[in-house]
């Protein structure tokens, strides 16, 4: 039987927010049986709770951002995909602001805090959400499809008309439980257009963003020194983001994902999609063996 999964130890690190730009720290806390995974805001008295669920989701324009009684808590998706990578069901996300910190832009940092505190199996079988039909949802010529698929499966196209980004493959694809979470895609970066900075800034987003943190692009290629991480980098990321969005479902997902050209929008539109439809998943345990495992 494969069972739930928490921290060994509390961990925490520091740095900027991306959209705010505020300095923030983060703490990850382990956490009893299903619990889920809750973020917490500190720096509210009382603090204030926000478990990372759909129902939670309160706006999608370039982050997801978890919203409850007026608090909210913004770019929870590279968090999310950290602990989803591996397979973490239970653990309380500690922030002293309205974000958690970017880092380097990627899951790498919070993927090194999830090893420094290792892993705790806990006494209480893992659930997992089953996809046992396909629902897709659409928006122009973007779109977004779950379907029935014996792993955890996640597929994207992105079809970015740039120079730099047309010479890469824009074509990805992983299965989670395969093991290659930590490898192939926490270290994959958020990327962003230098031609798009002014209306950011005007819109009070990306206050923190910079080539420490982000990929960016001015018309001819790519601005940070060293280049890309991987040779498809901007595809992985959003493979990412993804894995992040899909968490909020509350449970490692067995199914198939494909993405092209979507983002938390659509992913927040598939989601409502498919929990508005009953039949369309089920909530199960695996007993016996996985034949694979997650990133750890």
């Known amino acids: 039987m494969l069972r739930q999964r928490t921290l060994t130890k509390s961990v925490s690190a520091s740095g900027i927010a991306i959209h705010t730009g505020k300095s923030v720290a983060i703490t990850l806390q382990p956490a009893d049986i299903n619990t889920g995974i809750i973020f917490r805001r500190i720096d509210l008295h009382p603090p204030v709770e926000i478990p990372a669920t759909t129902h939670y989701v309160g706006d999608t324009r370039l982050n997801t951002t978890l919203t409850h009684e007026g608090v909210h808590i913004s770019t929870v998706e590279h968090v999310l995909s950290a602990l989803a990578g591996y397979g973490i069901d239970n653990v309380y996300v500690d922030i002293d602001n309205a974000e958690p910190p970017v880092m380097d832009g990627s899951a790498l940092a919070f993927t090194s805090l999830i090893e420094a505190a290792g892993i705790t199996e806990q006494d209480a079988p893992k659930k997992f959400l089953l996809i046992k039909k396909t629902i897709r949802v659409e928006e122009d010529d973007k779109f977004a499809v779950l379907a029935p698929h014996p792993g955890a499966k996640f597929s994207f196209t992105i079809d970015f008309d740039h120079p730099a980004i047309k010479a890469t493959q824009q074509t990805a694809e992983i299965d989670l439980m395969t093991g290659v979470f930590a490898k192939e895609i926490s270290g994959a970066r958020t990327f962003g257009f230098l031609s798009d900075y002014e209306y950011l ?31 498809n980098e901007f595809v992985r990321h959003k493979i990412l983001d993804a894995i992040g969005d899909l968490f909020l479902l509350q449970h490692n997902v067995i199914g198939a994902f494909t993405g092209y050209k979507s983002g938390h929008a659509l992913s927040h539109q598939l989601r409502l999609a498919l929990l508005s439809d009953p039949t369309a998943y089920e909530v199960v345990t695996w007993e016996g063996e996985m034949p694979s495992s997650f990133a750890v």
């Open 201 to 231: 800034k005007k819109n009070q987003l990306a206050q923190g963003a910079s080539l420490e943190n982000t990929v960016v692009l001015d018309d001819k290629g790519v601005m940070n020194e060293g280049g890309l991480r991987y040779e």
